[in-house]
């Protein structure tokens, strides 16, 4: 299947000399959510800007379900749909004629019962006739998202959505992904929230600098970089690691009192057996043990810090 | 051609108008029947006639001109700047519209709504003054090119302002002098040679004179000339939009 959005060595360079994406190729397949991740400035905001239409790029090429963004920019953003980071929304405009507005603009035709369905999902319905500029910050976050979603598109790009908003709405949010994602709507998502990645995504871009660092299947990358570790309460502190035990998975904390094992769940013999027998041998006891799953967040913070944690 | 979305801006911005009637249709309205008052009845009925048209009635083509001209401006320039303002220009610019798709349905709203105010001036200075019209269709032609001409050019100045200061400036220090110089309260014959002929610089003497013309007969320059000249600078503003769409000036960094 030809992908959703197809980007090739996207560059931006602002007018200030600061560049922004350095040759990010990326393929998006459809019905896929994808998650970009990255720190602010990034170039999240940037990538999605441009594949949207509202930025320029300095060179590469973005086709959107292959139309081009540029030379055939009428099907490529017929398709799209985009909530934007910021709030800008119309103040004075009631929310059932801005979604409306929105609609027409994408070019369909005029669709009540559609408008209807699409604010009753973000329960936006009892705010129809409210005027914009009385609604909450996370009333004006569902009032976007319904403009976006107004005229079905197939493609969906998430600017941030859950920043500032409270848990209802972030439950609310990744349900509505999910919904999209049952209808087979490509959703791309840009967030500094690990924990909604790692909910809501397929597959993870992390970008650093401009530059698209790593991607790959969320499942398939928690496995890869993510690795468990068992700690062990001692009831006598250690002054070193035993010499029979002696490992580079194995470490004693600075008071002594904790050994940390670190090793891969998957692995077919991942040595605690090993561990605990030679402790037991050694009459070293343990008062208490926890394991830990590295999170999505882990990865993240030793990706974009540049310490790879294979 | 997206028609969904002409019709969209549209009727978006006519919704606006009818949000903000006081300022966009009684303030003008009022502006203009004072002018009236004061020019037309107190001062004018000591002034003389000029080529056979009473002092009154002579003012109205060139009163109605300076409305039209300043809310065309201010209309357009405003409704294209207050998006970028606020921001909610980023849906424009991902939506599937072209840039002659934008221009026009701003440049139609403005120009309907000038257009509405031009006739209701028309209409309250029948009660202060004789007014008479020869040329109607001329008459109508010239409000249309006038209402849709200067649309454009407030449309160009909404783009180019990057504040609430750049927007008011070329209405207030270029249109504003010019309209009052183009002989919208005298014909240049009233001047001396020198001046009259500094006049003919200023492209709103034309517009003032044709509209004129098209009531009365009365002409500082040939119709012609003044059709020539409203066509010229409507070209002009064409083209400046087409290479603001073409580049992306202030729109697309």
Redesign the interface.
């Known amino acids: 299947m030809s992908p959703a959005i197809s980007i090739r060595d996207l560059s931006k360079t602002?007018?200030s000399g600061f560049q922004a994406l350095r040759s990010v190729t990326l393929d998006i397949a459809p019905g896929e959510i994808f998650a970009l991740l990255g720190s602010n400035g990034a170039g999240k905001t940037t990538l999605i800007g441009i594949a949207?239409?509202?930025?320029?790029a300095s060179s590469g090429t973005v086709a959107i379900e292959g139309h081009d963004t540029v030379s055939d920019?009428?099907?490529?953003?017929?398709r799209?749909g985009?909530v934007?980071q910021?709030l800008?929304?119309?103040?004075?405009?009631t929310v059932w004629?801005t979604v409306?507005?929105?609609?027409?603009?994408?070019?369909?035709?005029r669709n009540p019962a559609l408008i209807e369905r699409v604010l009753r999902d973000l329960s936006l319905w009892d705010k129809r006739d409210a005027k914009i500029l009385t609604l909450s910050g996370g009333m004006k976050r569902r009032v976007l998202i319904a403009?976006a979603l107004s005229h079905e598109p197939t493609i969906l790009f998430l600017d941030e959505p859950t920043a500032g908003v409270d848990v209802e709405l972030r439950r609310d949010m990744w349900r509505l992904v999910r919904d999209l994602r049952e209808r087979g709507v490509t959703v791309v998502l840009t967030t500094h929230y690990i924990e909604e990645a790692e909910e809501m995504a397929d597959r993870v871009g992390v970008i650093r600098g401009g530059e698209l660092i790593l991607v790959e299947e969320k499942t398939r990358l928690m496995h890869r970089l993510g690795g468990k570790k068992l700690t062990l309460q001692l009831q006598e502190p250690l002054r070193e690691v035993p010499a029979g035990l002696a490992s580079e998975r194995l470490s004693l904390s600075a008071d002594g009192r904790e050994l940390v094992y670190s090793y891969d769940a998957q692995a077919e013999r991942p040595g605690i057996t090993r561990l605990l027998d030679g402790l037991l041998a050694a009459g070293i006891g343990f008062a208490d043990l926890r394991t830990e799953q590295s999170t999505l967040e882990d990865i993240f913070v030793a990706v974009v810090h540049g310490d790879d944690a294979r | 051609m997206?028609l969904?979305?002409i019709?969209?801006?549209y009727l978006?911005e006519m919704?606006?108008t009818g949000?903000t009637l006081l300022q966009s249709v009684v303030s003008p309205v009022l502006s203009t029947a004072l002018y009236f008052v004061v020019f037309g009845s107190a001062i004018g009925s000591r002034m003389a006639e000029v080529e056979g048209v009473s002092y009154g009635a002579f003012l109205v083509p060139g009163l109605i001109m300076l409305s039209l001209l300043t809310q065309s401006i201010s209309n357009a320039s405003f409704a294209i700047y207050f998006p970028k303002f606020?921001?909610?220009i980023?849906?424009?610019?991902?939506?599937?519209?072209?840039g002659f798709e934008i221009t026009f349905s701003y440049v139609a709203a403005a120009a309907t709504k000038s257009l509405i105010l031009g006739l209701i001036i028309l209409a309250t200075s029948w009660f202060f003054v004789p007014v008479r019209i020869d040329h109607p269709g001329f008459m109508v032609l010239f409000l249309v090119l006038t209402c849709v001409t200067f649309s454009l050019f407030g449309f160009i100045i909404g783009i180019w302002a990057d504040g609430f200061e750049k927007l008011q400036i070329v209405p207030l220090l270029v249109v504003t002098p010019l309209t009052f110089l183009g002989g919208s309260f005298y014909s240049i014959d009233m001047l001396p040679p020198f001046w009259r002929s500094v006049s003919l610089l200023n492209p709103v003497l034309y517009l003032v004179s044709g509209f004129r013309w098209s009531f009365y007969g009365l002409a500082d320059v040939g119709v012609g000339l003044s059709l020539a000249m409203t066509a010229a600078f409507l070209l002009l503003d064409i083209a400046v939009v087409a290479w603001i769409f073409r580049t992306?000036y202030r729109l697309?960094?």
């Open positions: 602002y007018e949207c239409g509202i930025l320029n920019y009428r099907a490529a953003r017929s799209v985009l934007p910021e800008t929304t119309d103040a004075f405009e004629a409306s507005f929105s609609r027409g603009l994408f070019g369909r035709p403009k | 997206n969904h979305a019709a969209a801006i978006f919704a606006r949000r606020v921001g909610t980023f849906e424009h610019l991902s939506a599937p519209v072209s992306g697309k960094k």
